[in-house]
């Protein structure tokens, strides 16, 4: 069993940025795990913003945020991170992070995580 925990949202204005770390527990390493961030505002399903698969040799974004997040992962620390910069007030949602055993496919679907944080608010203002 693994436990997520996400931290680092906050209310932000438009423009500045924000880092997301969420932190893992319950198993000795982070490094075969999957890691993605998605984020979900009320009355939308979960929308996946970045991901990387269990080898950690790629990285994939949505649209969306393409060039204004990054995902990254310190497997010593447990520790995933999701950097975001020129935020925008679309930006504004609960942040999650999710993990996955040895994922490599799939990784923008929420149904493919087994493993899943309580979340962190996001708040951004123009």
């Known amino acids: 069993q693994v436990q997520l925990v996400e931290s680092g949202g906050g209310s932000v204005q438009a423009g500045t940025s924000l880092t997301l770390s969420c932190t893992a527990s319950?198993?000795?390493?982070?490094?075969?795990?999957?890691m993605a961030w998605f984020r979900r505002v009320p009355g939308k399903d979960h929308e996946c913003v970045a991901a990387m698969p269990w080898t950690g040799d790629s990285t994939s974004y949505a649209d969306s945020v393409k060039g204004r997040f990054a995902i990254s992962r310190d497997n010593a620390k447990m520790t995933a991170y999701l950097q975001m910069y020129s935020l925008e007030p679309e930006d504004t949602a609960v942040y999650y992070c999710a993990a996955q055993p040895f994922g490599v496919n799939r990784l923008f679907i929420a149904r493919a995580y087994e493993y899943w944080g309580r979340g962190t608010q996001v708040t951004v203002s123009s």
């Open positions: 319950g198993r000795r390493t982070l490094s075969t795990y999957a």
